[in-house]
């Protein structure tokens, strides 16, 4: 399916397990996202049918600008992955992506975990960034964290209602009923 948004500026295509889009959509995912916080991509590809899950790109004038993918859900949205190729950064496709993606899902609440901007590490300068476009989106920090190994992930939110640590292990249980980290190695 392929549309334009509001604007007519970006156009997107969904992806799904039978159209899985071409070489540099996969190349974006592998590459923007550590390994630890991917799913291997044949598996993903199996759960865009068994979950539901929107998978869109987003293209300027034909040319490939990012994908996002996002777990439907009836009491929250879970936006699992969001990407823009490395050399459009900080050009304004970030936020025209999301801007689509928030209008798609308005009048719902959304949630998403990202890499804590509160974390000592190496790429603190890219976290604290990268939290502060999306408190400029209207995303609101819910001061809900969690940790995974060595890797704090804090919890954003835009739309009505409160996020819990609970709301949290419900979601991460759906995904558990269809796929387990080992289940891949």
């Not at 970006?10 to 992806?15: G, P, S, Y």
């Not at 539901?52 to 040319?63: I, S, V, W």
């Not at 609440?109 to 603190?124: G, K, L, P, W, Y």
């Not at 704090?152 to 835009?158: C, P, Q």
Request: charge should be negative; aromatic fraction near 14%; include cysteine.
């Amino acid at each position: 399916m392929i549309g334009l948004n509001m604007e007519g500026m970006m156009i997107t295509k969904q992806i799904t397990a039978k159209n899985k889009g071409d070489k540099e959509i996969k190349e974006l995912y592998e590459s923007a996202f550590p390994k630890n916080e991917q799913i291997p991509w044949n598996d993903l590809m199996r759960l865009i049918e068994e979950m539901h899950l929107d998978f869109t790109t987003y293209y300027d004038a034909g040319f490939f600008v990012g994908l996002t993918i996002v777990y439907p859900r009836s009491s929250f949205n879970w936006f699992w992955y969001f990407a823009v190729r490395e050399e459009l950064r900080n050009k304004g496709y970030g936020q025209e992506m999301l801007r689509v993606l928030i209008g798609k899902y308005k009048e719902q609440t959304i949630v998403f975990d990202m890499e804590s901007h509160r974390q000592a590490c190496d790429n603190i300068v890219q976290r604290r960034r990268r939290h502060a476009f999306y408190l400029r989106n209207g995303f609101r920090d819910t001061n809900v964290f969690r940790s995974y190994d060595d890797l704090e992930m804090t919890i954003m939110m835009i739309g009505k209602g409160t996020f819990t640590l609970q709301d949290w292990d419900d979601m991460t249980n759906e995904l558990r009923q269809h796929w387990r980290w080992e289940d891949s190695e």
